[in-house]
Every structure is written in structure tokens, then in C-alpha cells.
């Protein structure tokens, strides 16, 4: 602790400008040309590094640096140089529809410096990038406005809308800095034979594991792309308007009990319903119940009598009104009970099931087995066969009725079954919920049940859920909330849903018989099937007959006439696509991580995990690294029909008019993701944001410009030995807790905290302390000068760490600071030079000694209003601080000392006291005026020069000097 034990009148006026300089150049009554000689004789840093580099000129820079350096030849160059074992990193394929966006340069820029933060320390890295390239988006907008197109016009513009978007998302990606092997042999495509080749062998081995089947269940349908749909490919509406009934259906045959109800034998009695989806009324085949539930007998003021759940009786009032408890009725013996359907007037049954819920509704459930996972779970445990009269457009069937057939069933459609009903329907209400929607047409899904091909995930999910235990999941502080999110979708998926009735895909690969139904596949046709993939290209299915896919020597196999067989336009699930993309890209191995957006819960992670699990009984990945989206200044999701996108290219390349988008730069662009997108859900995209990271790269611009200046040779060849300084030795201990710290947090995926560090550290020790208390050695004294020489050496060391721990983050700053090394006269590239920090920096004792001189630092400049070497002090010292000081000032008295220049005073008297507990410093004006030269020594000869600057000047050859 130290204490303040007075403050100096201001004697003279405040030099400020020296702490931006570093040294005195304003020489105060001296005339110009002398301070002009003098300046010469100063060993200022001297490079051809720009401080500051705008418009055309960064873009320009950021272009040749990726050239130059050897962006996109360092992945192969590390595959080549650099020793295992690879650290592996899997590529979620982004998807090949429309420009780059702010999503695509979050989750690649991430990437990106995940590997930089590998190789930088001589890891070598495995990294396929990738494209999903199917699917319905592409689909619509390759044949956007054509109609009467058959499915394979459809798939030849949709691979060339393919291509082109991958063409340009390829292009954004090189120029963001991110490596790879970009060529076509390096990258995996959803859509190439060799993938398509694959997954008909996936399937196949799924198939044969009997985890493959055709069946006839409910699943998400949108009526506006006329395909089945994933969970994954819905988006929820939560402002979605639903017509909410409670509707009255006749109970037919009573349970036991209630027949000797007097009041029963005049009146008849209805089950109440309550439903948001009055259009699958028509499909009603039962009523479900509860066995635990207790059920009530209730009488409303006309003296209708209804069942109803006992505690759904005040839920059911506030619709109806009063209603009147006459008998109860245990759940159970409902079963015995039969009902009229309210518009076919089928005699039908009630049945148990186990997902009855009593905080809202009757506590009865309407059931429509081809419009509900759990209706269908009960129908197919009592054995009713399901009947679904919609078809893939969203309309009702002929088998539906005259009345109903070709209605739109979610508009029309409801509103005529409502209508048809009325005298049975008590209450209408609108619900605003939250309701599925296609997020591709941003229109409502219903739930309806076709014939689909499915993944049984039952023998699988136990599996499934195991192996989550091990995985770990970044952010840390995340963990359990991400794990319970995919626990979750594991636990409540029966069934995966791997069809898809559209064209452009890859083909599910089986034959139909034409009368039956039943259907073919085999191995060896499998085979055959990747071999004509080779030939002629994954459009053969569509372009070949079912006879010439069959092929002769199969033909006389098959347990079928060839002429029963057809082949079918049924593609696999895009999701299956890309969730199989580690059976090609990685079928030997495990990846270390997979780094993609929260969504991908629902999406790629889970696809990869289930189909991992499956085909190989372990998961894909050791971890999940998992980042937010971008979002705009208001918080908002950007949206192009919102219309708050920002593209990438216009911060790195900027905008026709550059005070409105000025160009930033790629590094800004990669900093401000560093800095935002590892730890938050919504990563904001304001104006605000991006000029800080712009600040914060200029700011490394100028420590770096500075550290390769301060390299600049004045050296005559001889050969002297530097004379380390404590300070310096501080300087080592610093940049190795420095190194240590940076490498845990790209390690663990800290990004954001790296880049706090990043500049708390040039803030507060290499730019304050170490640069600034160097600059008297590093300019003022001999060139040769053993501790100038040991200043020399630590800024080259100081400017190798700091280069080497920003350059994941930045790699074209790095880079174009590297090149202008003074050493690097051959331009080797960073990223391919070794380097570690030795063990012998890690010195803390040293470090103590010169922190508490730091310390002491920071008080004489809170003390002193003026320039501090024009200041002497006298320190008493409390026992503890006095040992370390003494080190740093062997005599009671110095001008020299190395804590002179810590402190930098003039002089320093230093004793200690026995009895103090707490350190004081006084402070005082010297006599004499400071050297003309270095502004820190008193001048002490005749042409106002110090001691120092006299023998380094040689003043014998002092008239040489035009003054």
C-alpha cells in the first residue's frame, strides 16, 4: 500500500505531448536548427508499415495479403508439414440458396479461427467444407414463375442454381480470410455422385439393419409445397389465429352405472369436446379418456346434460355458463360407452389413452388418428384402421362427402364442417397460439397421414441419449441448457420421416408392385444403382426406365415380372442428406467438434447424431461448439423480407457513398464476430459495433507499427551481447502468462474473451509500461548499447507473440505485419513459421519486484502535473517494498537506475524504514534544465547535453553537427 504524501505546485507548463512521443523532441528555448541536429542523432523506429489503411487501399491489401501470404494454399501446406494427430473439424453444409449473409460469415469466420488457433501452434487440422444441395427452396426458385415443367427440367435448374450460389458463397468464404481446399476435389457436394453414392449404400444399411420402413403415419404436410415435412423445416408463428369449438357429440350406449340415472331415460347425454382443429372433425374416429381421470355428469341452465372431466368443470363454465354436477364417473368405465360421430352418425367407440390433460378443455379428447401423433398411437393400439380424407394440396377428398370434397381444409373447409354442425357446436372462440408453419412458403402445415418411408428411432434412442452424456458443448456456461435441449429431441421423436415427394433430391431407392404395393430393394441392386450414378449422373432415375434400372442379370433375380414393378419420384429428407455427410467425409473417424447455430439442435446435430448412432453405435462428434444469429440494432431477426439484412461485403469492401458504409476491412469484419458471436443468442449487427472493432484494429496497427519500427537495424555489424534489464525480464514473464492465457481460451473456444484480453493486454502492459518506459534506450542511447540491444530483443519477441496470438482472429493484419519484419527478407508467411515460448520467461519472482515499482509508478504519476523527469524523489520505503526496490537501486542515490526509469524520475533517494508500514514518496523540482536531446538527464555541459548524450554524440566531433 502506498500513501500520498504530497503534491507539487505546478512549476512549469505540462509537456503533453511527451507521453504520446516518448521522448522530449520539444525543446523549450533552444532555437529550431539545434533542435533539429539533435532530433537526427535520435534512434527513431523506422518501417514502412501504414498506420492506417481505407478505402480502395484495404481492399486491395486484404486481396493481395490472400495472395501473397498463401491463404489458399494453407490448408494443403499444413496437411503436408504439420504432424498429427488432426484435430477435426466438420463442416454443417451450408445451405447452396442465395448470397452470402451475416449468418454465413459468423459460422465460417468462427470455423476459421478455430483451425488458425490450431495450426498457429503446429496442429495439423482436417476440414472438408461443404454444401447441402437439395431440397425445396432451391427447387422453387430455380423454377420460379415456369409452370408445366417436368421433374427433370426441374432438376437441371436446380443444379444450376446450385452451382452458381455455391460459385458466389465460395467466393465471399476466400475472401473473409477462411482456409480450405476450395477447389471441387476438396469440398463435398449433397448433390455429386460420390455423395449420392454413399447415401444409396446408407440407406441400404439402414434398411437392412430393419430401421428403414414404409408405413402410413401422420407427419407435418404443407399443403403449399405438397410435401411432408421435418420438424426442422417448421418455424412457429406465434400470432397464428385458430377457431377454437367446443362441440357436443351424443353418447350412444351408456356406461353401467349411469343408466339408473332417472334423468338419462327423458334427455340425452353428449360428451363435451373441446378442439382447435374443427376441420379434422370429419376424420373423427374416437373419443380418448383417461382412466385416473374422474368425470362429472353436469346439467347446464336448458337442462342439457353433458360429460365433462370434474376439473375442467370451471374451465368449461366460463364458455357455457353455469352447469350443474349431477353424477361422477370414474375414467375407466367409460370404455363401456359409444358415441355418435356429429356428421356420418358412425356408432363409435371410447377409448383410454394416456395424454388427456385437465388445465384446459373437457378433459375428452377428439381423435383423428390421420392428423395426430398421439391420435394414431391410440388407433393403432386398439386396431382401427386410419382414415385420412385430405389430400396433398390441403383439400378434402371425395371419400370426404359431396358437401366437403375440394374445400380447402383450412378455411373453407372448417367453416362448412361448423356450418354443418352448428346445432352442435356451443361455443366459438379464436385462439391465438403459436402454430407450425413451412418455413420455406411461411404457410401453415397441417398434420397429416400418406404413406411415407420412416427411420424407427426406438431401438436406436436409448443409444442416443447415452452418448449425449459424453459430449461436451461450448459455450461452457450453456452446457446443461444445450444438452437438455437435444435430450429433449431425442426423447420425444418416435419416428423420423425420410421422404419427401418432390424432385429435386436423392432418389429413395426401391421398386413398388403396381397390385400390391409391396415394395423391392436389394444390395445388389443398390449396387447397380451406384454404378449407373457413375455413368450417367444422379439423374439417371429420372432419365432410365424401371426395366433399364433394373438391369438384365438382376431382372432374372427379382422375385417380381418386371412388368408389376414402377418405380417412384420419392426423394430422401434433405436432413438425411447432410445428416450422413460424416459417412463420407469422415468414415473412419470422429470429429473433435461440430460448429454450427443453436437451431442445428433440431437440425444437422441431431440428424448426424441419429444416423451415427445407427449405421456406426457411437456419436459423430466429441463437442459442439454452439453460436448465436445475427440480429439487427432493435433485436430483430434479419429477414430480406424485413429488409434489415446487412451484407457482409459492404463492411469489408464498403458502399458507393463511404460516409454512410465506409469500408471497414475484413479484420473488422472477423473481429466483431470474435467479439460477439460465441457467447450471446442474438449477435447484433449495429453501426456502433462494427466502428468499435474498427477502433480496436486500428489500435493494433499502431502497437504493431511501433514494435516493427522499434526492430529497425542501427546496427554496424558488431557483435554485442544484450544486457537484460529487469524490466525486460518482466516484459518475458509477461508475454508467457500472456501466452498461456490466450491458448486456454482458444482452446475452450473463448473468442470473445480473447479478444478482451487481446487488448487489455496491449492497454495496460505492452503500450503503457513496456513500450513507453523503453523508448529513452531505444531512442537516445548507443546503437550498440547492450541494454538498447536487450530492448531490441524483447520488442522482437513481443511483437512475435502478440503477432502469433491475433492472427487467428485477424490473419490479414498479422500477415501484413509479418511481412514487413525486418528479419523476414525471404516473406515467409506467419502461419508458417515455428515458434513456442520458452519456459525460462516464467520468471513471477522477477515479475513481483518490478510490479511493485509499477505500482509506485502509478502514484508519482498521479502526484506529479508536470513531466516526471524533470522531478526527483525520496522513497521510504515499508520492509517489503524495500526489497524489491533495492533490486532495482542498489545506492541510497542514482540518476541511472533501473528504476529511475520505471519511475521515470530525474533521481531517486531510496531508504528504508523499519517502522512504516506503508511506502512514501515525495517529489520535487530539480535544479537544472533537462538534455536538449533526450529530455530525461539534467544537461550538464555547455551545449545543454547530458552526460549520456555527450558520449553517445562523441561532443569532441560536436561541430560536425549543423546546429
Not at 355458463?321 to 356420418?344: D, F, M, Q, S, V
Request: charged residues 25%.
Amino acid at each position: 500500500m502506498y500513501v500520498f504524501i504530497t503534491k507539487m505546485t505546478q512549476v512549469r507548463t505540462i509537456l503533453q505531448n511527451y507521453a504520446k512521443i516518448g521522448i522530449g523532441l520539444y525543446v523549450r528555448g533552444v532555437k529550431n536548427t539545434a533542435k533539429q541536429s539533435y532530433t537526427k542523432t535520435v534512434l527513431l523506429p523506422q518501417t514502412n508499415f501504414p498506420v492506417r489503411l481505407g478505402g480502395k487501399k484495404r481492399v486491395e491489401m486484404d486481396n493481395y495479403l490472400i495472395e501473397k501470404c498463401g491463404f489458399l494454399e494453407l490448408y494443403k501446406w499444413q496437411r503436408k508439414n504439420l504432424s498429427g494427430p488432426d484435430f477435426i473439424l466438420h463442416d454443417g453444409p451450408p445451405y447452396a440458396n442465395g448470397k452470402p449473409h451475416m449468418g454465413h460469415a459468423i459460422n465460417k469466420i468462427l470455423k476459421d479461427i478455430t483451425l488458425r488457433s490450431k495450426i498457429i501452434t503446429g496442429r495439423r487440422v482436417h476440414y472438408v467444407p461443404g454444401w447441402d444441395c437439395h431440397g425445396l427452396p432451391i427447387e422453387l426458385k430455380a423454377v420460379r414463375d415456369i409452370k408445366d415443367i417436368s421433374p427433370l427440367e426441374i432438376r437441371q435448374k436446380a443444379q444450376k442454381y446450385a452451382s452458381d450460389t455455391i460459385g458466389k458463397q465460395r467466393e465471399a468464404f476466400i475472401s473473409w480470410g477462411t482456409i480450405a481446399d476450395w477447389s471441387e476435389s476438396g469440398c463435398y457436394f449433397t448433390n455429386h455422385p460420390s455423395y449420392v453414392k454413399n447415401q444409396l449404400q446408407q440407406f441400404m444399411n439402414l434398411y437392412e439393419k430393419g430401421l428403414v420402413k414404409r408405413d402410413f403415419k401422420p407427419v407435418y404436410w404443407s399443403p403449399s409445397s405438397k410435401t411432408a415435412l421435418a420438424e426442422s423445416e417448421l418455424e412457429y408463428n406465434e400470432s397464428h389465429k385458430s377457431k377454437s369449438i367446443i362441440i357436443r357429440m351424443q353418447v350412444d350406449t351408456l356406461p353401467s352405472n349411469l343408466r339408473r340415472l332417472e334423468s338419462l331415460e327423458k334427455k340425452p347425454l353428449h360428451a363435451l369436446i373441446w378442439t382447435t382443429t374443427p376441420w379434422t372433425l370429419i376424420a373423427n374416429q374416437a373419443i380418448a379418456f383417461s382412466n385416473d381421470t374422474v368425470y362429472c355428469v353436469v346439467e347446464d341452465n336448458s337442462k342439457n346434460l353433458y360429460i365433462v372431466a370434474h376439473a375442467c368443470i370451471k374451465y368449461v363454465e366460463e364458455k357455457l355458463g353455469p352447469l350443474k354436477p349431477i353424477a361422477n364417473i370414474k375414467g375407466h368405465e367409460l370404455a363401456e360407452a359409444r358415441y355418435l360421430h356429429p356428421i356420418t352418425k358412425k356408432r363409435l367407440p371410447f377409448l383410454p389413452c394416456e395424454h388427456i390433460k385437465t388445465n384446459v378443455g373437457t378433459g375428452l379428447v377428439h381423435t383423428a388418428p390421420a392428423h395426430g401423433p398421439e391420435d394414431f398411437v391410440v388407433a393403432v393400439e386398439n386396431n382401427i384402421p386410419i382414415i385420412s380424407l385430405v389430400n396433398e394440396e390441403g383439400c378434402y377428398t371425395k371419400e370426404a362427402g359431396d358437401k366437403f370434397a375440394g374445400l380447402n381444409v383450412l378455411s373453407d373447409g372448417a367453416d362448412r364442417i361448423l356450418n354443418y354442425i352448428a346445432t352442435d357446436v356451443l361455443h366459438t372462440d379464436t385462439l391465438v397460439h403459436s402454430y407450425p408453419y413451412d418455413w420455406r412458403t411461411k404457410k401453415p402445415v397441417i398434420i397429416r397421414a400418406s404413406y411415407q418411408w420412416f427411420i424407427d428411432l426406438n431401438p436406436i434412442k436409448q443409444k442416443a441419449i447415452d452418448s449425449i452424456s459424453s459430449i461436451k458443448i461450448y459455450p461452457e456456461q450453456n452446457q446443461t441448457s444445450y444438452l437438455n435441449a437435444l435430450l429433449a429431441q431425442i426423447k420425444q421423436r418416435p419416428y423420423w420421416c425420410i421422404s419427401r415427394q418432390r424432385s429435386w433430391g436423392t432418389p429413395i431407392p426401391v421398386l413398388y408392385n403396381k397390385q400390391t404395393g409391396d415394395v423391392f430393394t436389394s444390395r445388389k441392386w443398390v449396387d447397380r444403382l451406384c454404378k449407373l450414378t457413375e455413368r450417367y449422373g444422379p439423374d439417371y432415375w429420372w432419365e432410365l426406365s424401371t426395366e433399364k434400372l433394373i438391369g438384365r442379370e438382376l431382372r432374372q433375380e427379382l422375385p417380381y415380372n418386371v412388368d408389376d414393378l414402377e418405380k417412384r419420384t420419392d426423394i430422401m429428407d434433405i436432413w438425411l442428406d447432410s445428416g450422413l455427410s460424416w459417412s463420407t467425409v469422415l468414415p473412419e473417424y470422429k470429429a473433435d467438434l461440430y460448429l454450427e447455430g443453436m437451431d442445428q439442435f433440431r437440425g444437422w446435430f441431431q440428424s448426424s447424431l441419429l444416423t451415427s448412432i445407427a449405421l456406426q453405435e457411437r456419436s459423430p462428434y466429441s463437442a459442439l461448439f454452439v453460436h448465436g444469429f445475427a440480429v439487427d440494432e432493435k433485436a430483430a431477426k434479419m429477414s430480406k423480407s424485413i429488409g434489415n439484412v446487412v451484407d457482409p461485403e459492404l463492411i469489408t469492401k464498403g458502399g458507393d457513398d463511404s460516409t454512410k458504409d465506409p469500408t471497414y476491412g475484413v479484420d473488422t469484419l472477423r473481429w466483431w464476430v470474435a467479439s460477439h458471436a460465441c457467447q450471446n443468442t442474438q449477435v447484433p449487427v449495429t453501426t456502433a459495433l462494427l466502428r468499435q472493432s474498427h477502433e480496436y484494429i486500428h489500435k493494433l496497427r499502431q502497437i504493431l507499427r511501433f514494435l516493427l519500427g522499434g526492430l529497425h537495424s542501427y546496427n554496424e555489424g558488431n557483435s554485442v551481447e544484450p544486457e537484460y534489464l529487469y524490466l525486460d525480464k518482466y516484459m518475458l514473464h509477461a508475454l508467457y502468462q500472456y501466452d498461456k492465457k490466450i491458448q486456454h481460451l482458444y482452446d475452450n473456444y473463448l473468442y470473445h474473451n480473447v479478444s478482451k484480453l487481446v487488448t487489455h493486454f496491449l492497454a495496460n502492459t505492452i503500450s503503457p509500461v513496456y513500450c513507453h518506459l523503453i523508448k529513452d534506450r531505444l531512442y537516445c542511447d548507443e546503437a550498440m548499447s547492450p541494454t538498447r540491444l536487450a530492448a531490441v530483443e524483447i520488442t522482437r519477441e513481443t511483437l512475435t507473440v502478440f503477432a502469433r496470438s491475433i492472427a487467428p482472429i485477424v490473419p490479414h493484419l498479422a500477415e501484413e505485419a509479418w511481412l514487413h519484419h525486418p528479419m523476414n527478407l525471404a516473406s515467409v508467411p506467419l502461419y508458417h513459421t515455428e515458434y513456442k515460448v520458452p519456459e525460462t520467461w516464467n520468471q513471477p519472482e522477477i515479475a513481483a519486484h518490478v510490479e511493485r515499482a509499477l505500482n509506485l509508478r502509478s502514484i508519482v504519476n498521479t502526484l506529479a502535473d508536470q513531466n516526471t523527469w524533470e522531478l526527483s524523489g525520496t522513497i521510504t520505503a515499508s520492509k517489503n517494498d524495500y526489497e524489491s526496490l533495492s533490486i532495482l537501486q542498489k545506492d541510497r542515490e542514482s540518476s541511472t537506475s533501473e528504476l529511475c526509469e520505471i519511475l521515470q524520475l530525474s533521481s531517486i533517494t531510496l531508504t528504508e524504514s523499519s517502522t512504516m508500514a506503508e511506502t512514501q514518496v515525495k517529489l520535487r523540482n530539480i535544479e537544472k534544465t533537462l538534455c536538449q536531446r533526450c529530455r530525461r538527464h539534467p544537461e550538464l555541459d555547455k551545449n545543454r547535453l547530458c552526460s549520456r548524450c555527450v558520449k553517445v554524440l562523441d561532443i569532441t566531433n560536436l561541430s560536425s553537427i549543423s546546429l
